[in-house]
């Protein structure tokens, strides 16, 4: 089946304590992308892969980290996390192009105290 | 930048009314428009997209979409709504300027009423 698969689903953590939440799809795709969900303030792009050893900051990228060593997985990094990365945060992968749809995974709801 | 707004945060409707869900877009160039949906502790589904063509997009589920230029908008509609439609939706732009990705709304939460 294809999917893409996060990793916890839900954290609870500390702030400063360093997290790492695993993103992995098996469709073989070029672009890879990780987003946070806020109320109100729908999904913004944190930061994006177009391939192996290739990533860019989004929009909101301060106080996160990301590397692409594969091309299946996408991990993000928190290293010392603060309340305000309290949110919803969903990865993404797609063929490159802009006119191609986005595959999502399930989410990772995570709380900083 | 490439921009979408969606000017209700809900929307209430009636079963086996039609439903019209609006998306307003802000695009230099060739807009790519996409639809997703997001039920209760799932992630987001695709929809349906517009990139060139026939402006009524038809996509999953019996929802369509229909872009329209003059008034830059992209409304996702249904002839007929369902109680299982409820939830959160979300209009997108393709983010451009070489990168891929999109640039979503603030979305939108459908409520369906039996």
């Known amino acids: 089946e294809a999917q893409v698969t996060q990793n916890p689903r839900y954290l609870i953590t500390v702030t400063g304590k360093k997290l790492t939440v695993t993103c992995s799809q098996n469709?073989?795709?070029?672009?890879m992308s990780w987003y946070r969900q806020d109320p109100g303030l729908g999904l913004r792009q944190i930061y994006y892969?177009?391939?192996?050893?290739?990533?860019d900051k989004g929009d909101v990228p301060e106080g996160y980290k990301v590397s692409r060593k594969e091309k299946r997985n996408f991990p993000l990094i928190l290293e010392s996390p603060s309340p305000n990365q309290t949110s919803l945060y969903f990865c993404?992968?797609?063929?490159?192009?802009?006119?191609?749809?986005?595959?999502f995974g399930p989410g990772t709801r995570l709380t900083v105290l | 930048a490439q921009s979408v707004a969606q000017p209700e945060d809900q929307v209430n409707v009636a079963e086996g009314n039609p439903l019209t869900v609006k998306c307003t877009y802000s695009?230099?160039?060739?807009?790519?428009l996409f639809w997703y949906v997001q039920y209760p502790n799932r992630g987001l589904q695709f929809l349906l997209k517009?990139?060139?063509?026939?402006?009524l997009v038809k996509g999953s589920y019996g929802f369509e979409a229909e872009f329209n230029k003059s008034q830059t908008s992209f409304h996702l509609k249904k002839p007929s709504a369902l109680v299982s439609d409820s939830a959160l939706y979300f209009c997108?732009?393709?983010?451009?300027?070489?990168?891929?990705?999109?640039?979503f709304g603030k979305g939108t939460h459908l409520i369906i009423q039996p």
């Open positions: 993404a992968s797609s063929a490159l192009g802009t006119d191609n749809e986005q595959f």
């Open positions: 469709m073989n795709h070029e672009y």
């Open positions: 892969s177009m391939n192996v050893e290739v990533t």
């Open positions: 695009v230099s160039g060739n807009p790519y």
């Open positions: 517009y990139i060139t063509g026939d402006n």
């Open positions: 997108a732009t393709a983010r451009g300027g070489g990168a891929d990705g999109l640039t």
